[in-house]
């Protein structure tokens, strides 16, 4: 005797397996459809479905399990001896089932414009299963992908055009197929609202996958793998060398210049970023940027000696670098109505130990170094530098993020772009540097981190730039007494008297200092023996290319 459950799955086989034969023994028309009535309510209330999706899921199910594989609608319409258009108007009745993964669907290479008419549908294997061994009708899940796995489906759909003859036609129409199964995804939605069409969506999803791979996108070998006419290809190629695609408009790609058709390249821009990473971007950035990205446990602590007065400024700029007091100082300027962030810039000679206390800040508050390469923020072409201006500003904001304290953005040398602003009718390069400055300074008044600058050049540096700087710390030349505990803090070998001869007979700075001291360890090393005061004497005449007065050594 069968159990109650047995019997209701069985029914259910069975109302399928006689909706089957009847479809197949008559022709398609209403009056059938009425006929069948019971049987189809049957189905409906077993799968959940509508009265016509158990209809189009009855036939498909007949043909699945009669003929295996999948079957397009020719072999419904044959079957059910009707018009192609009576199976055409379940169309919408089809996506619903695939929606819920009753249905599957596989791509037949039709070149028919219908979409319902380019792919073979059958029923999910688990569906078939349970209605065979007498279970109630389950749930079909798939586990969802996230964006990276669908921009990397959409980079092996092609992949596979070029490599198996796929039209270009048939990757976008699988492009769209793999859209609509992931429609949960954000990115999806806003890029078919922006307008872009199944080429330029295909084309954008590649070029997420490249900027994960490699960070950049090459035209000819991208046209080359996503069209299969050389005409389309060359059109698509002018059409982005020329910045008039829509991804242009809409500020997600910028074209790196080249020479070549064959090595143009296209990149993300901060908003194409922003849109395909969402909250991940700032971790994308941070990894990207690592090898710019100085972590205090790579700065090896170093004991700098400083005048009194020097000593004290660099030390109340450390204290205002503890989190705690950093934090409470941000929210107390914030409630002031004031600018919060801390803007500092120290000047003075080469040598004095301005770009060696910034770091010295940093390993001692735990802050990374975002350190800026000024000579790669000024591009040959023109209108780069000032989008390289912006992206620096742009990643230090994403870092502050990411990081879990607020990095120091270091700018070395700050006079090649903080200089004295010129006549915008002198050039072309003047014009590119006045609007790197007016950038500069924006960002410097809306700021929310810390920023130091370091010049030698202060006399320089554009008057603007003074009212920003919240601290403006001078380094100069070490005092005689500073000196002295430099060479012996060098030199621990030193007598006391040797090192206060050096501190008061040279004029150094403390890296002209650190020059000795290499010539020295260099010496001890080649040789086999430390150098005797006098060759140290020699080392320290030789470091200037010439003997200025107060710059060689006294009494002698």
């Known amino acids: 005797m069968e159990t109650t459950t047995a019997t209701a799955a069985d029914t259910i086989f069975r109302t399928l397996n006689t909706i089957g034969k009847k479809f197949k023994s008559k022709k398609y028309s209403d009056n059938l459809l009425k006929e069948l009535d019971a049987e189809l309510q049957k189905v409906s209330g077993y799968m959940g479905v509508t009265h016509r999706e158990a209809v189009i899921f009855s036939v498909i199910f007949w043909l699945n399990c009669k003929e295996g594989s999948g079957n397009d609608v020719s072999d419904i319409s044959r079957f059910l001896q009707c018009d192609l258009m009576d199976v055409l108007s379940y169309q919408q009745e089809v996506e619903q089932l695939l929606q819920r993964k009753i249905l599957k669907k596989e791509r037949n290479r039709s070149n028919l414009g219908m979409k319902m008419m380019k792919f073979y549908y059958s029923v999910s294997t688990l569906i078939i299963d349970a209605i065979l061994k007498n279970d109630v009708m389950p749930v079909v899940t798939v586990e969802p992908i996230d964006i990276y796995q669908f921009v990397e489906a959409v980079s092996d759909y092609i992949d596979k055009r070029n490599c198996e003859d796929l039209s270009t036609s048939e990757l976008f129409d699988m492009v769209e197929v793999l859209e609509d199964e992931n429609q949960y995804l954000p990115m999806l939605g806003v890029v078919k609202k922006a307008g872009l069409d199944i080429e330029d969506r295909t084309l954008w999803y590649e070029i997420c996958d490249d900027l994960i791979k490699t960070g950049k996108t090459g035209i000819d070998c991208t046209m080359t793998d996503i069209y299969n006419r050389v005409y389309r290809r060359m059109l698509k190629s002018r059409e982005l060398i020329e910045k008039k695609n829509k991804l242009f408009d809409l500020e997600l790609i910028e074209l790196e210049e080249s020479g070549f058709i064959s090595d143009a390249v296209i990149k993300v821009t901060d908003k194409g970023r922003e849109l395909f990473l969402g909250e991940d971007t700032a971790l994308f950035l941070k990894k990207g940027k690592e090898n710019k990205l100085i972590t205090p446990d790579k700065i090896v602590e170093k004991v700098l000696y400083f005048d009194v007065n020097l000593d004290r400024q660099v030390n109340f700029i450390r204290q205002s670098l503890n989190e705690d007091k950093f934090i409470n100082l941000q929210n107390r300027l914030e409630s002031k109505g004031l600018p919060k962030g801390l803007s500092v810039i120290f000047y003075g000679g080469p040598g004095t130990g301005k770009t060696e206390s910034v770091y010295q800040l940093a390993r001692h508050s735990g802050r990374s170094i975002m350190h800026v390469d000024i000579?790669?923020?000024?591009?040959?072409?023109?209108?780069?530098?000032?989008?390289?201006?912006?992206?620096?500003?742009?990643?230090?904001?994403?870092?502050?993020?990411?990081?879990?304290?607020?990095?120091?953005?270091?700018?070395?040398?700050?006079?090649?772009?903080?200089?004295?602003?010129?006549?915008?009718?002198?050039?072309?390069?003047?014009?590119?540097?006045?609007?790197?400055?007016?950038?500069?300074?924006?960002?410097?008044?809306?700021?929310?981190?810390?920023?130091?600058?370091?010049?030698?050049?202060?006399?320089?540096?554009?008057?603007?730039?003074?009212?920003?700087?919240?601290?403006?710390?001078?380094?100069?030349?070490?005092?005689?007494?500073?000196?002295?505990?430099?060479?012996?803090?060098?030199?621990?070998?030193?007598?006391?008297?040797?090192?206060?001869?050096?501190?008061?007979?040279?004029?150094?700075?403390?890296?002209?200092?650190?020059?000795?001291?290499?010539?020295?360890?260099?010496?001890?090393?080649?040789?086999?023996?430390?150098?005797?005061f006098k060759e140290i004497i020699g080392f320290c005449d030789s470091e200037k290319f010439t003997d200025h007065a107060g710059n060689k050594r006294l009494g002698f």
């Open 375 to 532: 000579s790669q923020s000024k591009s040959m072409w023109f209108g780069e530098s000032e989008k390289k201006i912006k992206e620096i500003f742009t990643n230090y904001k994403s870092l502050c993020k990411s990081e879990s304290m607020k990095p120091i953005l270091l700018f070395n040398e700050a006079d090649a772009i903080f200089g004295k602003r010129k006549d915008n009718n002198a050039s072309n390069v003047a014009q590119t540097e006045n609007a790197i400055q007016n950038i500069i300074l924006e960002e410097m008044e809306k700021l929310d981190g810390i920023l130091i600058a370091t010049t030698n050049l202060n006399q320089n540096l554009d008057a603007a730039f003074e009212r920003r700087f919240l601290f403006k710390v001078k380094f100069e030349k070490p005092t005689t007494e500073a000196k002295q505990k430099i060479w012996q803090s060098k030199l621990e070998w030193l007598s006391e008297q040797d090192a206060s001869t050096l501190a008061t007979d040279y004029s150094f700075s403390g890296g002209e200092i650190d020059n000795i001291v290499r010539k020295v360890i260099m010496e001890e090393v080649l040789n086999g023996e430390r150098p005797g």
